[in-house]
Nanobody, 123 residues
Framework: QVQLVESGGGLVQSGGSLRLSCVAS????????MHWYRQAPGKERELAAS???????VYADSVKGRFTISRDNAKNTVYLQMNNLKPEDTAVYYC?????????????????WGQGTQVTVSS
């Protein structure tokens, strides 16, 4: 019952920058992990970046030094700052969040996905 809405994708030239945002809504208790995945045509979905509730970050080797993941807990939002973009970064980017939600008098774990946003990097 937690919904994620992504924004910020688009077309950019090689070497340019984009910032993706993903906002969660619903009866959220807390969000433990926030993640950005990406999937290029003909390839499997891969984890690009993750950030824990404590602020610990993990990046795929292919994006280290270029991408930065951050979160704003008060806004239930995760960001992905993408710098020095390359054509190989072209993909659909999906956000995922895992945590706990409330339903009536009960609390449940959740894992929700955004709809995906297209990032295209031209030469």
């Amino acid at each position: 019952q937690v919904q994620l809405v992504e924004s910020g994708g688009g077309l950019v030239q090689s070497g340019g920058s984009l910032r993706l945002s993903c906002v969660a809504s619903g009866t959220i208790r807390d969000i433990r992990g926030m993640h950005w995945y990406r999937q290029a045509p003909g390839k499997e979905r891969e984890l690009a970046a993750s950030i824990s509730s404590g602020g610990t970050t993990v990046y795929a080797d292919s994006v280290k030094g270029r991408f930065t993941i951050s979160r704003d807990n008060a806004k239930n939002t995760v960001y992905l700052q993408m710098n020095n973009l390359k054509p190989e970064d072209t993909a659909v980017y999906y956000c995922n969040m895992a945590g706990r939600r409330s339903s009536g008098s009960y609390v449940y774990n959740f894992s929700s996905w955004g709809q995906g946003t297209q990032v295209t990097v031209s030469s």
